[in-house]
Every structure is written in structure tokens, then in C-alpha cells.
């Protein structure tokens, strides 16, 4: 089966850095995807890692690593609207389009 | 441009009764999947439908069911409502047919369960 933890929460302030971290146990899987969702919205895609190594998009960059069983999601400049819930996922193999996704991160960002 | 309309937004029902929700992609979508989120159990994967024929199954009970029809609307019924069924129901679109691609989801239906 396939399990993924994170931190319940994460508090900053506006203009810094943070990292959101998921570790994963899984049999399989094709990558790592990471997706934001603010309250009373829907989730929406930000990141995704099929390959070991960084992906950088804008401000956000997600980190995953095979051998660690390890990936991150990297939030720069931190804005207010970035408050939201930030999910890891996981595409397991064989499961076509099917998400299994972590239990989420709220993030607070402060000013 | 990815996109997906969900229908109804709200709804309410009690105990007992049955429910029909609604998901229709814009054309081109083929593959429809259906996620519950809840407090407690977070997003959890229902189901997967692509080109008409589930292809993929979560682990709920034969209590929830879907279907997709040729223009790619996809439907999940729940029957016998249990209180524990109040959640956030949403439906996701993805056009590739590859695995992992980038999931487009819906804006839910809030389902409360009196």
C-alpha cells in the first residue's frame, strides 16, 4: 500500500521560505505531485516530480528523491494569498489517474 | 483550456436516502476521476472512468457508484446515505492518457447528510 506524511501545519512570514515536506511509503509509484488548495476551493496542481530532482516553477519549486523515500515542496517570497492547504500525492503504478494524496499542510503566512 | 463543471454545488439530504452528483468536463476530457474529502479521512480516490468503463476503483463500499457517458459526463451516486457521507465530493479531469499527468479538479459538491 501507499502512505504519505507531512506536517499538519507551517506558520512564516511574508517574504520568507519554506519547505513542506512528504515522506511516502509506497510498492510503486510514477512520480510526485504537489497541489494547493485554498479554503472552500477546489485543489489545484502545482508541481509535479516523475524524475529524482528539483522542478522549479515561478516561486515554487518541489524536490523528490527515490533513495530517501523524500520529497518537498519549496515556497520563496512567500505571499499572503500562499495561505492555503498544500497536499503531496502520489500517481501509484498501474493506477492510471489515481491519487493518493497526504493528509495536507496548512500554511499560515503572517506579515 | 482544462475545465470542469460540477453539479449541484450544495445539496442536503437525510439519512437513508439516495444521491446523484454530476461532473461534466470540457469535451476532449476522457478520463473523469471522483475524490471525497472529509476532515478526518482527507481526499480520498472513489473512482476512475475513462472512455465509458471504470478502470480503476478506490476502497469504498458498493454503496458508491458511477458511471461515465460518450460526451465524458460522469456521474456517482451514493445510495443509502450514511451521516458519515457529509463531505466535500470532487470530480477531476485529465487529458493524457499516461499515468501521473496533471489533474484538473472541479469546484465539488458540498453533500451534508442529516
Known amino acids: 500500500g501507499q502512505s504519505l506524511e507531512q506536517p499538519s501545519e507551517v506558520t512564516a512570514v511574508e517574504g520568507a521560505i519554506v519547505q513542506i515536506n512528504c515522506t511516502y511509503q509506497t510498492s510503486g509509484f510514477y512520480g510526485l505531485s504537489w497541489y494547493q488548495q485554498h479554503d472552500g476551493g477546489a485543489p489545484t496542481f502545482l508541481s509535479y516530480n516523475g524524475l529524482d530532482g528539483l522542478e522549479e516553477t515561478g516561486r515554487f519549486s518541489s524536490f523528490l528523491s527515490r533513495s530517501d523515500s523524500y520529497g518537498y515542496l519549496l515556497l520563496q517570497e512567500l505571499q499572503m494569498k500562499d495561505s492555503a492547504s498544500y497536499f503531496c500525492?502520489?500517481?501509484?503504478?498501474?493506477?492510471?489517474?489515481?491519487?493518493?494524496f497526504g493528509a495536507g499542510t496548512r500554511l499560515a503566512v503572517h506579515p | 483550456k482544462a475545465g470542469v463543471t460540477q453539479t449541484p454545488r450544495y445539496l442536503i439530504k437525510t439519512r437513508g436516502q439516495q444521491v446523484t452528483l454530476s461532473c461534466s468536463p470540457i469535451s476532449g476530457h476522457r478520463s473523469v476521476s471522483w475524490y471525497q474529502q472529509t476532515p478526518g479521512q482527507g481526499l480520498q480516490f472513489l473512482f476512475e472512468y475513462f472512455s465509458e468503463t471504470q478502470r480503476n476503483k478506490g476502497n469504498f463500499p458498493g454503496r458508491f457508484s458511477g458511471r461515465q457517458f460518450s460526451n465524458s459526463r460522469s456521474e456517482m451516486n451514493v445510495s443509502t446515505l450514511e451521516l458519515g457521507d457529509s463531505a466535500l465530493y470532487l470530480c477531476?479531469?485529465?487529458?493524457?492518457?499516461?499515468?501521473?499527468?496533471?489533474?484538473?479538479f472541479g469546484p465539488g459538491t458540498r453533500l451534508t447528510v442529516l
Open positions: 500525492a502520489v500517481s501509484p503504478a498501474g493506477g492510471y489517474n489515481k491519487l493518493i
Open positions: 477531476a479531469i485529465s487529458l493524457a492518457v499516461v499515468e501521473g499527468n496533471e489533474q484538473f
